[in-house]
């Protein structure tokens, strides 16, 4: 009866140590590995940290304990998606989800691992745990009194910004743009396409022919997976778009610029 009741509370210790008071930095990087151990046991690779993602799931776990809600939908009714726009435009992505996870204790004693297992219970959870098409991700942590909001965010990234764009461009006006190279896929075959804002404009690009509509755009790579896209809008103002991808596909609508 003594090794029974010892070794129960030897249980119980156990399980607290496996637990903290958090620090939610700490807490977040510990969800992350945990997310990316269940991944790496289905035979898929880990997802890479971003913080500009883990920003972007920071915001909305603290907005949900400032404001009492719980719901991929916040009080703006922006879902995480129209989250990443508004917030973190310098991301282009070709894909977004985001797992939430709530959990109360009266001692703020909580535990990474059941945070993780949590989601891998659930099949929606589960389902952008184990999507082979993110390859990003970034989680953010906050604590409002015995209360734990956790929120991690799935991408997958292809460029970021890295110059600061004007409010607007103009017209026959030389511009380069910096992107940073984010995807996990080979820089070969990458492409990349500006639609001028008449879609029936003619543009010719010499023995190739023409193109109606867009024009191909010519980059260089730096040594640091960086893309320097040189920019000129001769084709009226209005709305140009950005858009990227590999081969034969690109995704739309990438970035918009405004030319006056």
Same mark, same amino acid.
Request: zero cysteines.
């Given at each position: ?15 607290f ?38 920003e ?22 922006? %879902? $995480?998606?129209?989250?990443? !726009?508004?917030? /973190? ?5 070709? &894909?977004?989800? @985001? *797992? ?7 001692? %703020? $004693?909580?535990?990474?691992? !059941?945070?993780? /297992? ?5 099949? &929606?959870?589960? @389902? *952008? ?24 965010v799935?991408?997958t ?7 600061s ?9 030389p ?86």
């Amino acid at each position: 009866m003594r090794k029974t009741l010892f070794s129960l509370a030897l249980l119980l210790m156990l399980s607290f140590l496996s637990a903290e008071i958090i620090n939610p930095e700490t807490y977040a990087l510990r969800v992350h590995d945990e997310v990316n151990e269940s991944r790496l046991r289905n035979g898929l690779p880990a997802l890479i940290w971003l913080e500009d993602l883990a920003e972007l799931a920071q915001l909305h776990s603290q907005n949900m304990g400032q404001k009492g809600f719980f719901s991929h939908l916040d009080p703006e009714g922006l %879902r $995480v998606s129209a989250r990443q !726009r508004k917030y /973190q435009p310098q991301l282009l992505l070709s &894909g977004i989800g @985001e *797992n939430l996870y709530r959990s109360q204790s009266s001692s %703020r $004693v909580f535990d990474p691992k !059941r945070s993780a /297992q949590s989601w891998m219970n659930s099949p &929606g959870h589960r @389902e *952008n745990i184990l999507n082979r098409n993110y390859s990003h991700s970034g989680i953010g942590v906050f604590l409002k009194g015995d209360r734990l909001y956790v929120t991690q965010v799935f991408a997958t990234p292809i460029l970021k910004l890295r110059t600061s764009l004007p409010p607007f461009f103009l017209e026959n006006i030389p511009y380069l743009l910096e992107f940073e190279y984010l995807s996990t896929q080979p820089r070969e075959g990458f492409i990349s396409f500006l639609t001028t804002p008449d879609p029936n404009t003619r543009v010719d690009v010499g023995l190739e022919g023409y193109y109606n509509g867009s024009t191909p755009l010519t980059y260089s790579w730096t040594e640091d997976n960086t893309l320097l896209f040189p920019l000129e809008f001769n084709y009226g103002k209005g709305s140009y778009i950005l858009k990227i991808g590999w081969d034969d596909y690109v995704y739309p609508d990438m970035m918009e610029f405004m030319v006056r």
